[in-house]
């Protein structure tokens, strides 16, 4: 797989971004300065490494926030997410029929690229899937959920769409 020229793997990441701050993330590529800005901001990896203890994690953070949504029957990093669905979690409801009942699942996977990355940013992937137990789209109630169970979500997804640019352009931040 080639890389996207700089230019485009920001406008991929921070498209909807003004442009003085697309200039600004540009300028700290072009002086190679993203990897130094990221260490700054979230200089330690998180101890979260298997399945077990990001179930562990997330329920956690469930039972403090939304005790009364529907259980998770599983919890775990998923190494094909960023690959196939382009995406960095997946909150996934599966309805089965059981003879006359109708069972239902909700899964939670967060892309194994969380792994090696900050408390902080995983903490914002898993804020934004327990979000979609609630509030299946990307509206405003889904966003007050956000901030209410992470008050500085915004900062942290554009600190992690920066960690995603360093990914592409020159591997993990903490090598």
Same mark, same amino acid.
């Given at each position: 797989?080639?890389?996207?020229?700089?230019?485009?793997?920001?406008?991929? #990441?921070? +498209? !909807?971004?003004?442009?003085?701050? /697309?200039?600004?993330?540009?300028? @700290?590529?072009?002086?190679?300065?993203?990897? =130094?800005? @990221?260490?700054?901001?979230?200089? =330690?990896? %998180?101890?979260?490494?298997?399945?077990?203890? *990001?179930?562990? #994690?997330?329920?956690?953070?469930?039972?403090? %926030?939304?005790?009364?949504? !529907?259980?998770?029957?599983?919890?775990?990093?998923?190494?094909?997410?960023?690959?196939?669905?382009?995406?960095?979690?997946?909150?996934? #409801?599966?309805?089965?029929?059981? +003879?006359?009942?109708?069972?239902?699942?909700?899964?939670?996977?967060?892309?194994?690229?969380?792994?090696?990355?900050?408390?902080?940013?995983?903490?914002? /992937?898993?804020? %934004?899937? *327990?979000?979609?137990?609630?509030?299946?789209?990307?509206?405003?109630?889904?966003?007050?959920?956000?901030?209410?169970?992470?008050?500085?979500?915004?900062? @942290?997804?554009?600190?992690?769409? *920066?960690? *995603?640019?360093? @990914?592409?352009?020159?591997?993990?931040?903490?090598?």
């Amino acid at each position: 797989m080639t890389t996207p020229p700089i230019p485009s793997l920001i406008k991929k #990441y921070l +498209g !909807s971004y003004p442009p003085t701050v /697309i200039q600004q993330v540009q300028s @700290l590529v072009d002086n190679d300065k993203l990897t =130094e800005f @990221l260490l700054q901001r979230h200089p =330690e990896t %998180h101890c979260i490494y298997n399945d077990n203890d *990001l179930r562990e #994690y997330v329920l956690a953070l469930k039972n403090q %926030h939304m005790k009364k949504s !529907s259980p998770l029957s599983k919890v775990i990093y998923d190494s094909k997410i960023h690959v196939v669905h382009n995406a960095l979690g997946l909150h996934s #409801y599966i309805s089965r029929k059981q +003879g006359s009942k109708l069972k239902s699942k909700n899964e939670l996977r967060v892309s194994a690229v969380f792994k090696k990355s900050s408390e902080a940013l995983l903490n914002m /992937i898993v804020v %934004h899937e *327990l979000a979609h137990l609630k509030e299946k789209e990307h509206n405003k109630a889904f966003y007050r959920l956000c901030l209410h169970m992470l008050p500085d979500y915004h900062q @942290l997804e554009f600190e992690m769409r *920066l960690m *995603l640019i360093q @990914l592409e352009q020159g591997g993990s931040i903490y090598d």
